[in-house]
């Protein structure tokens, strides 16, 4: 049975148990009476390095004799989580650790949520990377994922009287056994100054960038070990340092203050993750961080490039393959352009064929205020020599564009890489647009939308570079580490255990989807699993919640465009429902919720607000019997996403049509059994197409009546006015039954939904999503029936494993071959 994975790795329990110890003692200098839990995490972590660590080594230097074509994966975020758990699943080593911890008289689980969470991402778009990296490894490609080390990671949320308070995440106060450091791939990275012409020696003129300051990029790598362990990649994360020769300079002239502040600026790059996952807002810090690492990696990769195959830049687009994750990286484009023409030397037409070679771009988000932009002023006083190139870039691009429509100034205004105004701005996705050979969304009405909308003009003009590659979730993490009882029943039910590298096999369980005795087996795991919930819970939010309830659970980003506020309104209205008929048989729900809102973006924080406020008092209200809870868990990660998803009977999968790219939630949600409540929107149609319209809930406005609505002129008030539940539940909302002596406190809430306009069409889908919530509260009384569905959502999910994603990116984008360990 272990066939698949003939690379695992082989340590005895004993040798494992004294290698714990070992590391207790001389790496941690403990003695065991006295060692904490994270202690005991930590000796655990490191005895797993070492196991894993020979990987490493011959993966890098497999890839480095083959001198094979590597894909390098740019990306401003990585939501990792956890990574002990993860890698004992994927090197094979999670029994022995458990049992080695159990034999020391540990429970394995509490040792593990010593780990704290690796949250260098906002949301979708960094767990994507993060997923990536994973299925990458796993199918033996070579790849290297390049970030920033963020010595804070996306901010710990706690809520006070109900509301949102932020606080730093300083994850790496006391280090991290998985991040190694490599001083010896230090980078220089200019930055401002001017721009001079100079004269070679052979009497030809070229242009150079004279930078004002300098820093340092130095690199920490993180080992990403595949399933099986037969390939280890690695994530290679940039700190910014201060450069020596700065302090020295300042220091000499008598600045010694001055030459700390320098420092301590050069140090701020990396400080920090930008918390906004929607609205760009526009801060110097931010591009200063995406040139930072943009920078360091592209050196990094030229550095690889030359040492292997010296200045045959012919061959470049053979051995490199760059991903831009969304517009964050975009500056590669004008960075590699001024490393080849003015670094190496080449001429500008060769150089642009490298690049348009190298690059490709994925696109995450149709919504506007999401496109990057930045101000031309800004690139003069940071990268001038950048302003240039990109103004080189749109020329030529634009003169191309001419040389079809002829001199049509409108349609040159809008493919122009440069916006007029007051200031001229960049547009970061056309920059990407123009120097990628390859454009993709994320779910195919998305990369559809994407065609139609954003970059109509581009793709009239390019068909070819368009394409689409649905996104996909690790069933690693997402179910063999997270959902551990489930994964036990598959593999017996199976009776293989290589369905964590051949996902496709789940379509084995469809034949026992009305199996009674599997369907109990299934459905008993799930409630144990809602049992753990429950604990959690109470834990950290005082709520009592009853595993007999449906877990009706919305996790994900706090934005409009999700509608957390449509969910509250049904909340609202079954309330009311229970108030005037506390004997209604309905089935009791718990709706929980996980999300954390952008600090500056107020609305979002008035949702949240009123989620909790609306919740403490349905959650203390006797009246209703304790068939309704309502629980907000605080600070929701990657941790806690792995204890909800495994125990969710409901999946909230409710944004307006046309606005969720795709959504992975839903994936991870969908392969646990949880049933989607959903509109068409982004990969929920393909779910969908996958399980059948008898094992999901569809409700709602599709992206043609959408868009028919917005043309015909949507007024909400219309909808307020004709249906009695919506008006009661907004009504309701502002009265001070919830906020006795405050009743205006969510006058924004409902304000966005009817004052001001609302933009997000809550009021129009609302009669459609509360039918459909009945409907599944209907359903859910039929156990068997609901079983049938939760084990169908599993059985049929195969097509969104994120090993067939990067199958995909491998095959039509990168011409990426695998290179697995011989055997
Ligand atoms: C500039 C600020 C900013 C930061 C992050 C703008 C946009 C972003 C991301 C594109 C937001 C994001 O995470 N998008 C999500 O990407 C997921 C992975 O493809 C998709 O599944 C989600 O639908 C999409 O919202």
Redesign the pocket.
């Known amino acids: 049975a272990r066939k698949e994975c003939k690379f695992y790795v082989n340590a005895s329990v004993k040798d494992f148990k004294n290698s714990i110890l070992w590391h207790m003692e001389r790496s941690l200098a403990r003695a065991t009476v006295r060692a904490t839990s994270r202690d005991w995490w930590l000796a655990t972590a490191m005895a797993v390095r070492d196991e894993i660590m020979g990987r490493f080594i011959s993966t890098m230097s497999r890839q480095y004799k083959a001198n094979s074509k590597r894909v390098y994966y740019l990306s401003l975020?990585y939501l990792m989580g956890r990574l002990t758990e993860d890698t004992l699943t994927n090197s094979g080593l999670m029994d022995v650790a458990r049992e080695a911890l159990k034999e020391l008289g540990l429970d394995f689980d509490s040792i593990m949520a010593s780990e704290v969470d690796m949250g260098l991402g906002?949301?979708?778009?960094?767990?994507?990377a993060a997923c990536f990296q994973d299925s990458l490894a796993t199918l033996d490609y070579p790849a290297v994922g390049y970030g920033i080390l963020y010595e804070f990671g996306l901010f710990t949320q706690s809520f006070e009287g109900g509301r949102q308070i932020e606080s730093p995440d300083n994850w790496l106060k006391f280090g991290s056994p998985w991040d190694i450091v490599r001083p010896e791939y230090t980078v220089k990275v200019g930055i401002g100054g001017r721009v001079e012409g100079v004269m070679s020696s052979t009497g030809d003129w070229s242009v150079r960038w004279i930078p004002e300051g300098e820093l340092l990029g130095v690199p920490w790598d993180v080992p990403v070990v595949g399933y099986g362990a037969g390939t280890v990649n690695f994530l290679r994360l940039w700190e910014s340092r201060a450069t020596n020769e700065l302090d020295l300079n300042a220091f000499n002239n008598g600045g010694y203050t001055q030459a700390v502040h320098q420092k301590a600026m050069s140090e701020t790059i990396s400080k920090v993750l930008?918390p906004?996952?929607?609205?760009?807002n526009g801060k110097i810090l931010r591009l200063m961080q995406q040139y930072f690492f943009v920078t360091c990696s592209l050196q990094d990769i030229i550095r690889r490039f030359k040492s292997l195959n010296g200045e045959n830049w012919d061959i470049f687009a053979d051995k490199v393959a760059i991903q831009l994750n969304?517009t964050?990286p975009a500056i590669a484009v004008p960075e590699l352009m001024r490393l080849l023409v003015d670094v190496e030397g080449l001429g500008w037409d060769k150089s642009w064929e490298i690049c348009t070679h190298v690059f490709a771009y994925?696109n995450?988000?149709l919504l506007p205020e999401?496109l990057?932009k930045w101000s031309v002023p800004f690139f003069e006083k940071l990268l001038p020599r950048h302003l240039q190139i990109i103004y080189e870039i749109n020329a030529r691009w634009l003169s191309y564009v001419e040389s079809i429509y002829g001199r049509d100034s409108d349609k040159i205004a809008r493919l122009s890489i440069i916006e007029e105004g007051a200031p001229k701005m960049v547009r970061m996705a056309y920059l990407s647009v123009v120097g990628s050979h390859s454009v993709n969304g994320?779910?195919e009405l998305?990369s559809q939308l994407l065609k139609e909308s954003v970059l109509r003009d581009f793709y009239q003009i390019s068909p070819e570079k368009f394409n689409n590659k649905t996104?996909g979730i690790t069933p690693r993490r997402w179910l063999k580490t997270a959902n551990e009882g489930l994964s036990d029943l598959i593999t017996k039910t199976l009776k293989s255990d290589s369905w964590p590298k051949n996902l496709d096999e789940l379509k084995g369980l469809e034949k026992f989807a009305e199996d009674s005795d599997f369907q109990k087996k299934y459905m008993e795991i799930k409630r144990e699993n809602k049992a753990h919930l429950a604990k959690i819970v109470k834990d950290l939010c005082g709520v009592d919640l009853n595993p007999d309830a449906i877990f009706d659970v919305q996790i994900k980003?706090l934005h409009e465009y999700k509608r957390q506020h449509l969910n509250l309104l049904y909340i609202l209205t079954l309330y009311r429902r229970l108030l005037h008929n506390p004997d209604a048989d309905i089935s009791p729900r718990a709706f929980i919720f996980g999300a954390k809102a952008a600090p500056g973006y107020d609305l979002a924080k008035n949702i949240i607000w009123a989620i909790n406020t609306v919740g403490n008092v349905i959650n203390n209200d006797a009246r209703i019997k304790g068939k309704l809870k309502v629980a907000f868990i605080p600070n929701y990660n990657v941790s806690l996403a792995m204890d909800i998803i495994p125990a969710a009977d409901v999946s909230e999968q409710i944004s307006t049509a046309g606005k969720?790219?795709?959504?992975?939630g839903n994936m991870k949600l969908a392969l646990n059994g949880a049933i989607t409540m959903g509109t068409l929107d982004?990969?929920n149609v393909e779910i969908l197409e996958e399980v059948g319209k008898d094992n999901v809930f569809i409700f709602g406005m599709n992206v043609d009546e959408v868009q028919k609505l917005k043309a015909e002129g949507y007024n909400p008030w219309n909808v307020y006015n004709s249906n009695e539940n919506l008006k009661s539940a907004l009504d309701w909302l502002v009265s001070d039954y919830f906020m006795p002596g405050n009743p205006t406190a969510f006058e924004p809430l409902r304000k966005s939904v009817l004052d001001w306009g609302d933009q997000f069409m809550v009021c129009a889908d609302y009669q459609s999503y509360c039918d459909a919530q009945d409907r599944l509260g209907e359903v859910y009384k039929d156990k068997a029936r609901w079983a049938k569905m939760a084990i169908l959502n599993t059985a049929r999910m195969s097509k969104f494993s994120s090993d067939r994603t990067i199958s995909e990116y491998a095959d039509d984008i990168w011409n990426l071959e695998k290179l697995p360990p011989r055997e």
């Open positions: 975020e906002n949301g979708g778009l960094g767990r994507l930008y906004n996952d929607k609205t760009e969304d964050h994925t995450h988000t999401a990057e994320v779910a998305h996104n980003r969720e790219a795709s959504g992975t982004g990969a």
